[in-house]
């Protein structure tokens, strides 16, 4: 098959789907995006790295950041973790408030926003620095030292950030923070506001698709937390669209409000998609488009 093919021909399809979707303005600094900008990068189990489109250029990762976080914070917590998250679809926007106090502030799933503020609280908790530990880890998984937080994004999302500010208080009064509210949305704002390419990406979550091996061959996590956090990106990663993603596409998927995707493919690699304009749930639409194309043709999906 002859893949660089197929990425230059989804590359040159997206653009007709693009135009369907708006890009995210509820940060400010991301609405100047432009919404034709388009990337695809695969990065193999051999070690190849494809891509097409803006594939080296970096985006902001949002959301994406949460697969290598709750990654991060399973290698070192343990099971300890679903104390405080559950890790059943929501079936509501990532930002909801209202099924975090039916439930008494324990979130839903890792991947909407309260669930991933607990990873933070966790990481803060765990390793003293939590974005200084997840940007090392991206850093050295993807091979590139440059990584590092957009910080207008970071101050634009801080300024404007009332309803991740609303989810920590509520956490905080159910006693489901375990450090200050403010800390805690800090590390949270510079971590979504990460700025990766589509190739760093896609390098640096290879682990995903290696059962919990690191690209220097040590490993992270247990084979068995590996199919767990892929089994919590298949069914959550793409918020109330995640059995949508999942019919589309057929792989465990992250999505952010950057307009990018991860999607991995087990023991063959990883596919990470970036174009800026979303669909209602939040999710890139010419890169769910461009993943179920990708699968469609080769095959290549876990059913
Ligand atoms: N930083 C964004 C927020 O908190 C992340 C949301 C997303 O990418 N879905 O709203």
């Known amino acids: 098959m002859d893949l660089q093919a197929l990425l230059d021909d989804l590359a040159a399809e997206s653009a007709l789907f693009a135009a369907q979707g708006r890009v995210a303005d509820y940060i400010p600094a991301l609405a100047a995006v432009d919404p034709a900008r388009f990337g695809i990068a695969l990065a193999t189990m051999e070690g190849r790295l494809l891509g097409s489109g803006d594939w080296q250029a970096p985006f902001s990762i949002q959301s994406v950041s949460k ?7 399973l290698a070192r917590d343990g099971e300890a973790l679903w104390r405080r998250v559950g890790r059943e679809p929501s079936g509501n926007p990532f930002n909801s408030l209202v ?12 991947f909407i926003n309260a669930g991933a ?12 620095d939590a974005l200084g530990t997840l940007r090392a880890f991206l850093r050295e998984e993807s091979g590139n030292p440059e990584v590092d ?7 634009s999302e801080a300024a404007h950030g009332h309803r991740n500010a609303a989810l920590a208080h509520f956490m905080a009064s159910c006693g489901n923070l375990e450090n200050p509210v403010e800390v805690v949305l800090d590390h ?37 937390e590996s199919k767990r956090i892929n089994a919590v990106m298949l069914t959550c990663g793409t918020y109330d669209a995640a059995g949508d ?8 998927g992250k999505s952010g409000v950057g307009g990018g995707i991860l999607a991995v493919l087990p023991e063959r690699g990883v596919l990470c998609v970036w174009s800026p304009a979303l669909d209602a749930h939040g999710n890139s639409i010419a890169g769910v488009e461009a993943l179920d194309r990708f699968t469609t043709r ?4 876990v059913f």
């Open 67 to 73: 697969a290598f976080s709750l990654a991060l914070v």
């Open 188 to 224: 949270y704002f510079r971590q979504c506001a990460l700025a990766m390419s589509c190739a760093d990406l896609a390098r640096a979550a290879l682990f995903l698709a290696n059962h919990g091996l690191r690209a220097d061959g040590s490993r992270l996590l247990t084979r068995s």
């Open 117 to 128: 503020l607990v990873l933070v609280d966790r990481l803060l908790s765990l390793a003293g």
């Open 245 to 252: 993603f999942a019919y589309r596409v057929g792989l465990p």
């Open 149 to 155: 937080v957009d910080g207008e994004v970071a101050a």
């Open 298 to 301: 080769t095959g290549w999906s």
């Open 99 to 110: 099924q975090l106090e039916y439930e008494k502030g324990i979130p839903r799933n890792p």
